[in-house]
């Protein structure tokens, strides 16, 4: 069955740090995966996204993602946090066509000053 | 830009009421999803449907039903609120190009049974 673990439920960073949002997925085909945010009270917004190709995926706001088929994982990494960033994370995974997403249970990020 | 669009944001309601939440899409997509969240949870699939007037269950469809009767609108109904289901409920939509699927969000409407 299609399962997806975010192992953090919370991380703190500091503001300008770097980030790590891990992401381990169980699938039996080849995936496809996904980053999701969720900012206070808003609903969610695709990040990035990874169907084939090239392993590092680049997203929007300074965002990319790994593939890596051997960990069965698809670790979330910024390299500069921002205030703005703290919201909550979540990865999905799917496949090809018309598939239902599998959503983990998210990570909440909290960015201090 | 894909627009999802959800009735209310906030919504309280009675136990035993029927309750009635409306998603509309304006990008001509097939496919629309409701979702619950709960904390700790992530986001649980409850319907979804592939076609006006077809549809499926999720993951979680005990004590609710839908009704796609137009292309764009996605309706989930509780017919009978009960408190275990106050809870943040989210519509998407999905677009299909080639051989990926991207799901597009409304903004959720957070719903409490009292």
């Given amino acids: 069955a299609q399962s997806v673990t975010q192992p953090d439920i919370h991380i703190t960073v500091s503001e300008g740090a770097s980030l790590e949002l891990r992401c381990n997925y169980s699938y039996g085909a080849t995936p496809y995966l996904f980053w999701y945010v969720q900012s206070p009270g808003q609903g969610l917004q695709l990040l990035l996204k990874y169907f084939s190709g090239d392993t590092l995926v680049q997203g929007i706001k300074g965002f990319e993602a790994e593939f890596k088929r051997s960990q069965s994982s698809f670790n979330l990494r910024k390299p500069s946090v921002h205030w703005s960033d703290a919201a909550e994370y979540f990865c999905a995974v799917g496949g090809p066509g018309f598939q239902k997403l599998v959503f983990g249970t998210g990570t909440r990020l909290l960015v201090s000053p | 830009d894909v627009k999802v669009t959800q009735s209310s944001r906030y919504l309280v309601k009675r136990t035993g009421e029927k309750v009635f939440l409306e998603c509309v899409q304006d990008m001509d997509h097939e496919n629309m999803f409701w979702y619950r969240q709960d904390p700790g949870l992530g986001l649980r699939l409850i319907y979804f449907s592939y076609d006006v007037k077809m549809k499926e269950k999720g993951d979680i469809p005990e004590g609710y039903s ?48 009292l």
């Fill in chain 2, 66 to 113: 839908v009704s796609r009767e137009k292309k764009e609108r996605f309706s989930l109904i509780l017919e009978s609120a009960s408190t275990n289901q106050t809870s943040m409920y989210l519509c998407a939509s999905l677009r299909q190009g080639g051989s990926y699927n991207e799901q597009f969000f409304g903004p959720g409407t957070r719903l409490t049974v």
